[in-house]
């Protein structure tokens, strides 16, 4: 039973930690240049993985994030999607709204908190 939970904590690390630290840099680039949350697609086309930046089409851009189904469609179409990505500026932890999404969109999700330089993941269940 031990051994399971084991494997279980070990493919979780690995599985971030297959996002190497050139494409986290990347990322964490686009999100402290804006004023607005980022979000996109970490996807892998078969050979490699990178960061599909989408616009923001939220309101309220500065706090929230929404996709447009149409890129989501474009992007599941073409790659296969690794994580479902956006920045936070306040909260190293997801909030009810990214819990609540992803039970519908079951994606494992990503987020990066600019202001304490941590990455989070949270796998769909």
Same mark, same amino acid.
């Given at each position: /039973? /031990? ?10 690390? @690995?599985? &971030?930690? /297959? ?7 990347? #990322?964490? %680039? ?7 949350? !980022? $979000?996109?697609? !970490? !996807?892998?086309?078969? @050979? ?9 089409? =939220? ?6 994030? &929404?996709?447009?189904? #149409? ?9 296969? @999607?690794?994580?479902?990505? =956006?920045? =936070?500026?306040?909260?190293? %932890?997801?909030?009810? %709204? ?7 969109? $079951?994606?494992? /999700?990503? #987020? ?7 990455? %989070?993941?949270?796998? $769909?269940?």
């Amino acid at each position: /039973m /031990m051994g399971l939970c084991l494997l279980a904590l070990f493919q979780q690390l @690995i599985h &971030l930690i /297959m996002i190497n630290d050139n494409l986290k840099q990347h #990322i964490k %680039s686009l999100c402290i240049n804006k004023t607005t949350e !980022v $979000c996109g697609f !970490v !996807v892998f086309d078969g @050979i490699e993985q990178f960061f599909i930046e989408l616009d923001n089409k =939220h309101p309220e851009s500065n706090n929230f994030f &929404l996709i447009s189904p #149409i890129d989501y469609l474009q992007i599941k179409n073409k790659f296969t @999607i690794k994580y479902l990505f =956006h920045n =936070h500026n306040n909260a190293d %932890s997801f909030s009810e %709204s990214d819990i609540h999404y992803q039970k519908f969109h $079951c994606l494992d /999700m990503l #987020i990066y908190n600019i202001n304490t330089d941590n990455w %989070s993941e949270m796998k $769909c269940k």
